[in-house]
């Protein structure tokens, strides 16, 4: 803790001495820009250089990266990847992430739902659960339960909502913390610009009892810009018991006091409650996939986050920020976790119940300077504090049918009632440097102080064959544990013209065990209680721009080491039964890797169409994929396959439009891969298993006049039958199928 202090404090004195520096170097540039503008206007002619604006909006491409630095943080060198919602023709409402994340290669997406409500997002071999192995963030700041020991987003922002998603794999380890998938963010909508008032209208309705309603208002006046906006949705379902409602509110408040000093104020607020149908048998799926065993199952999410953005534009070249987030939310779990090959007989629900305060500070200082006599380059510096608080109580809920999350006993509740509470502190500083002759340099370090504990206890109670409680002892625990330690990456730029460049990075990377790591009371999992953190790499090396007005592209490979890998192994229970479970455990050292391409190609350059047909283009992103288990740890999982790897990824589409008229028709292939590090194949309780291979196809199609739009969606055209998970808990346990065909028609007024 001591020497991160000292870090820290190091660290805070640089950015003082920059700040110093820069200001009083301040006046003396504005003197003599004031200078030189008096100049220039005692000339009665000044030449300057032709320029030459070329505008063309059939040449915007869906593949794109955010600039080298931009918004306080460095990109150059990294896998990054941007999304802009407006550039894509895609069913909004439901937030169909299969759609929205399109033109990123090598993703593998968990559709456990139907209409967005949990986003699940992995790749490389990382679990799509609830996108925990990214740090996930809405504008800049942490929207998961707890970015380190519970790092599950509940909440995901409506794409209605959303401008772009910006994507760093794993060498974003380095500004954005250290989890070994990289950051996803969620860049809000802004307020209209030179307007004081306008205001967008969406309806939305759709098979299986889907209903939307998206409105916002937004303007500026003067210095202020705001912005709020309500979605409330709702959906029956297409297997019975597992309709939803949800209901998200944003507000934004833009202040501009001075020219230099921008203050953006937010707050989110989210809730929803859906009932669970729960999983299904491998037998049950292949006969009867529309079939719900569960209709007692229900989920909470009540999220809570509110954010103050400081941007001081100290001086030309010279940019500070300083970020203030709170999530206070809270979601609530309740059902059957029992097998489901074993019947639900109306006894009482188990009910978890996670709630969590968290306070974050992220103040960064970005700086230009110039180095070899080169174009500038720009040095990043920051420092990181975080303060949590979770508490998680497990216990006998009630034996109704409804949403009821209340425990029996409050009180005392009869699985387990844990505290965890979590600090961190960490800085971090990294530069791209540019050497002139087309190469860049970019360097990186940071370094961690992390504390977690836990203080609470767990019951364990023991039934005869009659079901009759004959053991029923409690046993309290209390657990801290601190660790410091520094990562550092580099990466390398080569410039080969104004259009394509050359990158690659190798960055540490390190993950520490989470809250769930540590106590969960479930009959289908069991966790090693002498599970440890997972340290780790990533390599990058890539190809990506532009040739010319035809195509725009990203193509690398990769590898990611991962050393005392987190993964879960399948067991046998005692006997007689023998039942099969789920061992969450360091399994073994392990490593991906494989080729991730994306190109998006101007169908109307490449093969010189009409120019009175719509303007076309074709995109297809894929990945190769292979990952194995090469440590010394259990000899079961030795040589295998990891987890979550499939071997081939590919999306691919057309997309069409005219002065008024949008298509886009996208095709996705997936290929099967395992869900635990034994490669089991089959098991009666379908907890654990292979993941078919499996195509899915979907279109949308819009029409806009004046200021109405209509557009109509239909996903999984072909009607496939596939499941892209398997749960050992909620909202399992079991096969989790994916949604039949279904067609959304939206109405957009726009004033």
């Known amino acids: 803790m001591t020497r991160m202090m000292k870090l820290s404090s190091l660290l805070m004195f640089v950015v003082l001495c920059c700040t110093i520096t820069y200001a009083a170097e301040g006046p003396r540039k504005k003197a003599r820009r004031k200078q030189q503008d008096s100049t220039a206007l005692a000339v009665d002619t000044v030449t300057v250089k032709d320029i030459e604006v070329i505008g063309d909006r059939t040449t915007v491409f869906s593949v794109s990266r955010p600039e080298d630095v931009s918004d306080g943080a460095i990109y150059a060198s990294k896998k990054a990847e941007r999304i802009r919602l407006s550039e894509l023709t895609i069913n909004t409402a439901t937030n169909n992430a299969r759609q929205a994340f399109s033109t990123i290669a090598g993703l593998n997406i968990w559709e456990s739902d139907g209409g967005g409500q949990q986003l699940g997002i992995g790749g490389r071999g990382l679990s799509p659960n609830r996108t925990s192995n990214f740090t996930t963030r809405q504008n800049g700041y942490d929207i998961a339960a707890d970015p380190l020991g519970y790092p599950e987003s509940y909440y995901t922002p409506p794409l209605d909502a959303v401008d772009r998603i910006d994507i760093v794999r794993g060498a974003g380890s380095l500004r954005y913390g250290t989890q070994f998938g990289g950051m996803i963010n969620f860049v809000m909508r802004k307020p209209t610009a030179f307007d004081p008032l306008a205001a967008r209208v969406r309806v939305s309705g759709g098979s299986f009892g889907f209903a939307s309603l998206y409105t916002e208002v937004s303007g500026t006046m003067g210095d202020i810009g705001y912005l709020a906006l309500y979605q409330g949705r709702r959906n029956d379902g297409w297997r019975p018991s597992s309709g939803f409602v949800s209901h998200t509110a944003y507000a934004s408040v833009v202040v501009t006091p001075f020219p230099s000093l921008r203050l953006i104020v937010d707050y989110t607020h989210m809730s929803s409650t859906t009932q669970q149908p729960g999983g299904l048998t491998d037998r049950l799926f292949n006969s009867h996939p529309d079939t719900s065993l569960r209709s007692r199952n229900w989920f909470s999410v009540d999220w809570n986050l509110a954010s103050v953005n400081a941007e001081w534009f100290i001086d030309e070249g010279l940019l500070f920020q300083s970020l ?4 206070v939310s809270g979601r609530s779990a309740l059902g059957n976790l029992d097998r489901i090959n074993v019947a639900d007989r109306g006894q009482d629900r188990t009910l978890i119940d996670g709630r969590f305060t ?6 960064t200082l970005q700086a230009d300077f110039t180095a070899f006599g080169s174009s500038s380059s720009t040095a990043l510096f920051g420092v990181r504090l975080f303060s949590g608080r979770t508490r998680q109580r497990q216990g006998d809920g009630t034996n109704g049918s409804d949403a009821d999350f209340t425990f029996r006993n409050p009180d005392s509740v009869e699985g387990s009632d844990y505290t965890f509470p979590n600090s961190n502190i960490a800085v971090f500083a990294e530069s791209v440097i540019r050497l002139g ?38 046993i309290s625990e209390t657990r801290s544990r601190e660790r410091s330690f520094v990562i550092a990456g580099l990466g390398l730029t080569y410039q080969l013209d104004t259009l394509i460049d050359l990158y690659g990075n190798v960055s540490q990377n390190y993950r520490s065990i989470t809250f769930s790591d540590l106590r969960i009371d479930n009959p289908n999992l069991v966790i090693d209680q002498n599970i440890g953190d997972e340290r780790g790499y990533t390599v990058d090396l890539g190809i990506r721009g532009r040739l010319g007005t035809y195509v725009a592209f990203d193509a690398s490979v990769f590898y990611l080491r991962y050393d005392s890998r987190i993964g879960e192994i399948l067991k046998a229970d005692a006997p007689p039964l023998y039942l099969p479970y789920r061992y969450r455990t360091n399994v073994s050292d392990a490593w991906t890797g494989g080729i991730e391409f994306v190109a998006d190609v101007h169908l109307d350059e490449v093969l010189s169409f009409p120019s009175t047909w719509p303007h076309a283009h074709f995109i297809i992103n894929g990945s190769l994929l292979d990952g194995r288990y090469d440590g010394t740890g259990d000899a079961s999982v030795r040589g295998r396959k990891v987890e979550f790897v499939p071997p081939y990824t590919f999306r691919s589409g057309i997309t069409a439009h005219t002065d008024n008229v949008k298509f886009s028709c996208l095709w996705s292939f997936v290929g099967a891969h395992y869900t635990d590090a034994t490669n089991a194949t089959y098991t009666a309780s379908a907890i654990t298993g292979e993941i078919p291979a499996y195509s899915v196809l979907d279109a949308t199609i819009s029409w806009s006049i004046d200021r109405y739009t209509v557009e109509l969606s239909c996903n999984n055209i072909l009607d496939s039958r596939y499941f892209t998970r398997r749960a050992e808990s909620y909202p399992g346990p079991g096969i989790i199928p994916a949604d039949a065909r279904s067609f959304t028609l939206t109405v957009q007024a726009a004033f």
């Open 358 to 363: 968290n306070l974050t500070n992220e103040t």
């Open 437 to 474: 002759g087309g190469f860049s340099v970019v360097p990186g370090i940071r370094a961690e102080y992390i504390r977690t504990a836990s203080d609470g206890y767990y019951r364990q109670r023991l039934r005869d064959l009659a079901g009759n409680v004959v053991v029923d002892s409690t």
């Open 324 to 327: 203030t987030s709170v999530n």
